[in-house]
């Protein structure tokens, strides 16, 4: 069953500008990973956040994570057409051990 | 990261048919998952699969539609039995990666379409 959910479910924007995406969860998580799929393509791994971590940086990404609100945000900066995909977080929870639960996914468009 | 290939990479096929799809790793993993992305939908995991033992099933998946074998430590099957159009999907395995706190990562997926 999904754990998550993100926000906003869509989300246009012009080349250069911030794309901000949020996930929300139910239950104690071990960590949060957020993944990018182009479409109709595999799913790529951006990055793992624990959660015992606040924020963590790579590259143009920048992910924070708040267990207090069992939230995270992934931050795009200075977006690119190519970052056109749709963006996943994927939960591990504390109770399930290694298995994951996806979130519904933020479709992003990036014009050029 | 882990170099993980599926076969077949799309296939289209008759209501009332099986099709197994497979998954290989380019190194040994314990636990390998399957999932299946329906169109425009989020992943929604349907087992674990460990090697030596009956795979695990989530809510809503039962092995008799979804029997999974787990040979060894590189390489799994999914097979999706009696295919009705619904059974339409992206069918994606994936592995874990790490120590710790684990990171994910997926095969490119099989685009199944059910005539």
């Known amino acids: 069953s999904q754990q998550g959910e993100e926000d906003p479910q869509a989300l246009s924007i012009q080349e250069g500008e911030n794309a901000t995406m949020n996930c929300s969860y139910k239950?104690?998580?071990?960590?949060l990973q957020w993944y990018r799929q182009n479409s109709g393509r595999g799913l790529v791994h951006l990055i793992l956040?624990?959660?015992?971590?606040r924020e963590k940086h790579s590259g143009r990404l920048r992910v924070t994570l708040d267990t207090s609100k069992k939230s995270s945000s992934l931050l795009i900066t200075a977006s690119r057409a190519a970052d056109t995909a749709s963006y996943f977080c994927?939960?591990?929870?504390?109770?399930?051990?290694?298995?994951?639960?996806f979130g519904t996914g933020t479709s992003l468009t990036v014009i050029p | 990261s882990a170099v993980i290939s599926q076969k077949p990479s799309r296939d289209i096929c008759q209501r009332g048919t099986s099709l197994t799809i497979q998954c290989q790793v380019d190194?040994?993993?314990?636990?390998m998952f399957w999932y299946r992305q329906q169109p425009g939908q989020s992943l929604t995991l349907i087992a674990t699969?460990?090697?030596?033992?009956?795979?695990?099933?989530e809510s809503g998946f039962v092995i008799d539609k979804f029997p999974i074998s787990r040979p060894n430590l590189t390489f799994s099957t999914l097979t999706v039995s009696n295919m009705s159009p619904e059974d339409s999907s992206i069918y994606l395995c994936?592995?874990?990666?790490?120590?710790?706190?684990?990171?994910?990562?997926f095969g490119p997926g099989t685009r199944l379409t059910v005539t």
């Open positions: 994936s592995v874990l990666r790490g120590t710790g706190s684990y990171e994910q990562y």
């Open positions: 239950t104690s998580i071990n960590n």
């Open positions: 956040i624990r959660s015992n971590e």
């Open positions: 994927a939960t591990a929870t504390l109770n399930t051990g290694n298995q994951f639960y």
């Open positions: 190194s040994q993993v314990t636990m």
């Open positions: 699969a460990n090697q030596g033992s009956e795979a695990t099933y």
